[in-house]
């Protein structure tokens, strides 16, 4: 992005024309591992919300290292490979006058056919999944909340209550019609919130650059500069919003963005533990100390399924966090 500042202020590419294919290269391969390494994290959501109780087995550490790994290496298979073999490009160069000199340009003149497969691969396929995955990660999200609402009921009032208050009684108050506010519908609200802010911007920021990044490598005139430099630093950006509104719509990815940038400050009391878990996983549970650890739902006997009512309804309020 530095160099595409530099670039795109001065109108002309001052790091030399060996330079620009590799910096075109990077630039492939960076905006690709973006978007592919969102819709990796769409697949972990869904898993987590679909089978919660064997996420734990099937994301392990080794995949998820499995995973970062397939994703870079297919960002870098479509980036640098063909733009070393030149095949990116057509063989003429643009050439910047500024009144007195020739200057060389750097910038994305694709060829038709890498412009189609590079979007396809880079950004269309992968937005499907997306898209996919969102919309049945919702859904699943939906059916968790209505199999709550049929376990759970509202506990009811004690015998020595319900004697204290045959004495006193009060008229019923008039009904006021107004909006739903019982937890379920707070987490359907929120877990709809989730998925349309995440799609919601990630589409804004990347598809008016793809659709153009097309239409320029067929015609070369209809896309002006200044255009296409708008569309791709508002394509950059999303790599800015990810942080903010993933860690703002999801507890793990906070605490794991806490726990990355305060690496060996943050004493070792308060790191999750095996022990604090209990018998569960796939709950969040707040600490004395403000922190935050996960556990899932997993009795190890039978005894232990009682607990899972109560557990179920603690499980409700992170539904939503866990998209």
């Known amino acids: 992005m530095t160099f595409a500042g530099v670039n795109d ?3 002309y590419w001052v790091f030399g024309t ?4 590799t910096w075109i290269a990077f630039d492939v391969m960076c905006s ?12 972990d959501r869904y898993i987590h919300i679909k089978d919660p109780l064997r996420y734990g087995r099937w994301v392990t550490r080794r995949i998820a290292t499995a995973g970062i790994a397939v994703v870079w290496l297919l960002a870098g298979l479509i980036s640098f490979v063909p733009i070393s073999l030149g095949l990116h490009r057509a063989d003429q160069f ?19 056919t890498y412009a189609v497969v590079s979007s396809c691969i880079s950004f269309y396929v992968p937005c499907m999944v997306m898209l996919g ?6 859904c699943y ?28 009684y009060k008229p019923p108050k008039p009904q006021m019609k107004s909006k739903p506010t019982s937890p379920y519908h707070v987490s359907d609200h929120k877990a709809a919130i989730t998925v349309g802010v995440i799609m919601g911007v990630f589409l804004i920021c990347w598809v008016p650059f793809f659709c153009v990044n097309i239409v320029a490598a067929y015609c070369k005139t209809c896309i002006s500069v200044q255009a296409f430099q708008v569309l791709t630093w508002l394509g950059y950006s999303n790599s800015a919003f ?16 806490k726990r990355i940038l305060t690496k060996g400050v943050r004493s070792r009391g308060n790191q999750p533990s095996t022990s604090e878990c209990g018998e569960f996983r796939s709950i969040v549970i707040q600490k004395h100390n403000g922190s935050m650890i996960e556990c899932n739902i997993s009795p190890r006997s039978s005894a232990d399924s009682s607990h899972v009512g109560v557990i179920a309804q603690v499980h409700r309020d992170t539904i939503a966090s866990a998209i």
């Open 9 to 11: 202020l001065l109108g």
């Open 18 to 21: 060996q330079f620009c294919d």
């Open 32 to 43: 690709t591992a973006s978007i592919l390494n969102l819709c990796a994290i769409s697949l």
């Open 94 to 112: 643009l050439v910047y006058n500024d009144g007195k000199e020739e200057h060389p340009t750097c910038a994305l003149d694709l060829t038709p």
């Open 133 to 138: 995955i969102y919309c049945r990660l919702y």
């Open 141 to 168: 999200a939906q059916k968790h909340v209505k199999s709550i609402r049929a376990v759970t009921k509202i506990p009811e009032v004690s015998v020595g209550k319900s004697f204290r208050t045959k004495s006193r």
């Open 242 to 257: 990810n942080p903010i509104i993933y860690s703002i719509f999801n507890t793990e990815f906070r605490e794991a963005f």
